[in-house]
């Protein structure tokens, strides 16, 4: 540098996590799941001549953390631009002991299993309560055999009969694409929907409360509220109104769909704007059409078929973002479904 007046660093990506320093100053935390905004290097702490930029970085996942990506890594002062690319100095140990080399036992089949759940089936529980899915969306087609497997299996382990299981359907992740009838998302939410039918589950809905930009939304409080609804009427056996209205059947009356649902409570609504969103139409030639709907009872959606469209197939929320806004009485969203005509 020529002188010494502020810089602005530009390094957005770390993987994972990080502190930064400028001349042994520390200058910003970067935590998991989070970019590096441009950060303003203060003047003071800047010399003419050779600056040190040191990163501290950390993977928690794999151990190999990567820092840095090409025309993204760079400091402007005065004007100037000063490409950080290149060739850094690099050591694993100085600050502290080299981290070990991650192999991931953990995907191999059973390794979990034996060892975290094995060891816990001679202790009394209650039930259990399952959030994952995400890892399996891009083999869909498999997860509902697997996962009413591992039911079935987990209670024979624990010999107490039919426990309660709850579990946490895929939220919104991504970008918003629609109509986006390939979903895999959507299709791993439609193979946790069907395992619904084993005694003794619960679902809970979160189609509206993810993050397009986080795999792991920040917002549990609501997905433990809605578990909890859950767990009172599935292991407690309260009669209460637990889930988003559920999809029941669809009758056609010439270009208008009725579709009734049941878990409604008081009645249907609308979390937001005047027409219900998130349905799509499928005709014989695979085509796939944007509808909307309008609320026309208590527990009934009506939707015009447009003029020229034959359909043979309806969706609900089928994307990996849906843009949705029916709920129930609690403001619970309704489940997305798939459903010939």
Request: avoid cysteine; hydrophobic fraction near 40%; glycine fraction near 8%.
């Amino acid at each position: 540098m020529t002188s010494v007046g502020e810089a602005t660093l530009t390094f957005p990506f770390i993987d994972q996590m990080a502190y930064i320093y400028v001349n042994g100053i520390q200058v910003h935390y970067k935590n998991w799941g989070e970019p590096v905004p441009d950060l303003t290097i203060p003047a003071d702490i800047l010399r003419k001549g050779q600056n040190v930029l040191t990163i501290r970085a950390i993977n928690t996942w794999n151990n190999r953390p990567a820092i840095g990506r090409k025309d993204q890594m760079y400091l402007t002062q005065n004007g100037k631009k000063i490409s950080l690319e290149g060739t850094w100095t690099y050591s694993n140990d100085i600050v502290e002991p080299q981290l070990p080399l991650v192999e991931f036992h953990n995907m191999k089949p059973g390794f979990m299993f034996n060892a975290m759940i094995a060891p816990l089936t001679n202790y009394a529980i209650k039930g259990a309560i399952w959030y994952q899915g995400e890892g399996n969306a891009g083999r869909h087609e498999e997860y509902r055999e697997l996962f009413s497997a591992m039911i079935t299996n987990w209670r024979v382990r624990w010999n107490i009969g039919d426990f309660p299981f709850l579990f946490v359907q895929l939220a919104n992740f991504m970008e918003r694409k629609e109509p986006q009838p390939e979903s895999n998302w959507a299709f791993l939410r439609e193979a946790q929907r069907q395992t619904l039918e084993l005694p003794a589950t619960g679902m809970a809905t979160i189609i509206d409360i993810g993050e397009a930009e986080d795999i792991h939304p920040r917002n549990k409080k609501d997905v433990g509220e809605r578990l909890w609804l859950q767990a009172k009427k599935v292991a407690f056996g309260e009669k209460i109104l637990a889930s988003g209205p559920v999809f029941q059947e669809v009758k056609q009356d010439g270009n208008v769909l009725t579709l009734t649902y049941a878990e409604v409570g008081e009645g249907l609504k609308l979390s937001a704007g005047d027409e219900v969103k998130g349905f799509i139409l499928e005709d014989a030639e695979g085509q796939f059409e944007v509808v909307t709907g309008v609320i026309s009872g208590e527990d009934e959606v009506k939707i015009t078929i447009p003029e020229g469209i034959v359909p043979i197939g309806i969706r609900y929320a089928w994307a990996d973002n849906p843009e949705v806004n029916l709920v129930n009485e609690l403001n619970l969203p309704a489940v997305p479904f798939k459903a010939d005509l």
